[in-house]
Protein backbone atom coordinates (compact mmCIF):
# COMPACT_ATOMS: atom_id res chain seq x y z
CA UNK A 1 0.00 0.00 0.00
CA UNK A 2 1.20 3.35 -1.06
CA UNK A 3 0.95 5.96 1.53
CA UNK A 4 2.40 10.17 1.43
CA UNK A 5 2.61 11.48 4.89
CA UNK A 6 3.11 15.24 5.46
CA UNK A 7 4.35 16.93 8.35
CA UNK A 8 5.57 20.45 9.42
CA UNK A 9 2.45 22.46 9.39
CA UNK A 10 1.74 25.31 11.67
CA UNK A 11 0.95 28.92 12.75
CA UNK A 12 3.36 31.02 11.83
CA UNK A 13 3.65 34.87 11.60
CA UNK A 14 4.05 37.06 8.13
CA UNK A 15 7.67 36.64 7.35
CA UNK A 16 8.35 33.61 8.55
CA UNK A 17 8.96 30.38 7.97
CA UNK A 18 8.20 26.74 8.03
CA UNK A 19 9.58 23.20 6.28
CA UNK A 20 7.15 21.12 5.57
CA UNK A 21 8.18 17.19 5.19
CA UNK A 22 6.33 14.21 3.53
CA UNK A 23 7.38 10.90 4.01
CA UNK A 24 6.40 7.97 1.36
CA UNK A 25 6.13 4.51 2.01
CA UNK A 26 5.17 1.96 -1.04
CA UNK A 27 6.90 3.65 -3.61
CA UNK A 28 10.34 4.75 -4.33
CA UNK A 29 10.17 8.43 -4.86
CA UNK A 30 13.04 8.78 -7.37
CA UNK A 31 11.06 7.03 -9.53
CA UNK A 32 8.00 9.90 -9.75
CA UNK A 33 6.98 13.18 -10.58
CA UNK A 34 7.14 14.67 -6.83
CA UNK A 35 4.23 17.59 -6.12
CA UNK A 36 3.11 20.16 -3.68
CA UNK A 37 -0.33 21.42 -4.15
CA UNK A 38 -2.23 23.52 -1.36
CA UNK A 39 -5.51 24.29 -1.20
CA UNK A 40 -7.08 27.33 0.27
CA UNK A 41 -10.77 27.56 2.15
CA UNK A 42 -13.19 28.40 -0.54
CA UNK A 43 -10.80 28.17 -3.20
CA UNK A 44 -9.56 25.38 -6.09
CA UNK A 45 -6.38 23.32 -5.61
CA UNK A 46 -2.92 25.54 -6.40
CA UNK A 47 0.08 23.66 -8.00
CA UNK A 48 2.62 24.74 -5.68
CA UNK A 49 5.75 23.00 -6.83
CA UNK A 50 7.01 19.74 -8.81
CA UNK A 51 10.11 18.56 -8.76
CA UNK A 52 10.99 15.80 -11.72
CA UNK A 53 12.81 12.84 -11.47
CA UNK A 54 15.71 14.31 -13.58
CA UNK A 55 15.85 16.62 -10.57
CA UNK A 56 14.65 19.36 -11.85
CA UNK A 57 12.43 22.05 -10.05
CA UNK A 58 9.39 23.85 -10.69
CA UNK A 59 7.56 26.36 -8.62
CA UNK A 60 4.41 28.62 -9.17
CA UNK A 61 5.27 32.21 -9.54
CA UNK A 62 3.34 33.05 -6.46
CA UNK A 63 5.75 31.00 -4.56
CA UNK A 64 8.93 31.55 -6.46
CA UNK A 65 11.86 32.68 -4.73
CA UNK A 66 10.22 32.06 -1.20
CA UNK A 67 9.70 28.11 -1.01
CA UNK A 68 12.33 25.75 -1.80
CA UNK A 69 11.31 22.06 -2.61
CA UNK A 70 13.53 19.34 -1.82
CA UNK A 71 14.38 15.63 -1.46
CA UNK A 72 15.60 12.79 0.61
CA UNK A 73 16.21 9.75 -1.73
CA UNK A 74 17.52 7.15 1.09
CA UNK A 75 14.77 8.80 3.53
CA UNK A 76 12.31 8.88 0.63
CA UNK A 77 11.41 11.86 1.78
CA UNK A 78 10.43 14.86 0.47
CA UNK A 79 10.47 18.72 1.67
CA UNK A 80 8.95 22.10 0.97
CA UNK A 81 11.05 25.34 2.38
CA UNK A 82 8.58 28.02 2.81
CA UNK A 83 10.14 31.47 3.68
CA UNK A 84 8.53 34.63 3.71
CA UNK A 85 5.31 33.57 4.31
CA UNK A 86 2.19 35.68 3.67
CA UNK A 87 -1.07 35.73 4.84
CA UNK A 88 -2.26 34.49 0.95
CA UNK A 89 -0.21 31.29 1.70
CA UNK A 90 -2.56 29.83 3.93
CA UNK A 91 -3.67 26.61 2.97
CA UNK A 92 -3.78 22.67 3.81
CA UNK A 93 -0.45 21.83 1.62
CA UNK A 94 -0.57 18.35 0.51
CA UNK A 95 2.49 16.13 -1.07
CA UNK A 96 1.63 14.37 -4.06
CA UNK A 97 3.36 11.44 -6.30
CA UNK A 98 2.36 10.63 -10.50
CA UNK A 99 4.47 8.06 -12.67
CA UNK A 100 4.41 11.51 -15.60
CA UNK A 101 4.86 14.92 -15.36
CA UNK A 102 0.75 15.94 -14.75
CA UNK A 103 -0.46 19.37 -14.87
CA UNK A 104 -3.54 18.58 -14.40
CA UNK A 105 -3.65 17.88 -10.10
CA UNK A 106 -6.86 15.34 -10.33
CA UNK A 107 -5.01 12.80 -12.21
CA UNK A 108 -2.28 12.54 -9.59
CA UNK A 109 -1.56 8.98 -8.62
CA UNK A 110 -1.01 9.22 -4.77
CA UNK A 111 -1.82 12.06 -2.34
CA UNK A 112 -0.98 13.06 1.13
CA UNK A 113 -3.72 14.07 3.52
CA UNK A 114 -1.91 17.06 4.06
CA UNK A 115 -0.65 19.14 6.51
CA UNK A 116 -2.23 22.84 7.29
CA UNK A 117 -0.35 26.03 7.06
CA UNK A 118 -1.83 29.34 8.27
CA UNK A 119 -0.04 32.64 8.24
CA UNK A 120 -1.11 35.29 10.72
CA UNK A 121 -0.34 37.85 13.14
Known amino acids: EVQLVESGGGLVQPGGSLRLSCVASGLAIKDYYLYWVRQAPGKGREWVSLLSTAGNTYYAASVDGRFTVSSDFAKNMIYLSMDNLKPEDTAMYYC???????????????WGQGTQVTVSS
Open 96 to 110: AANSWMATDASSFDY
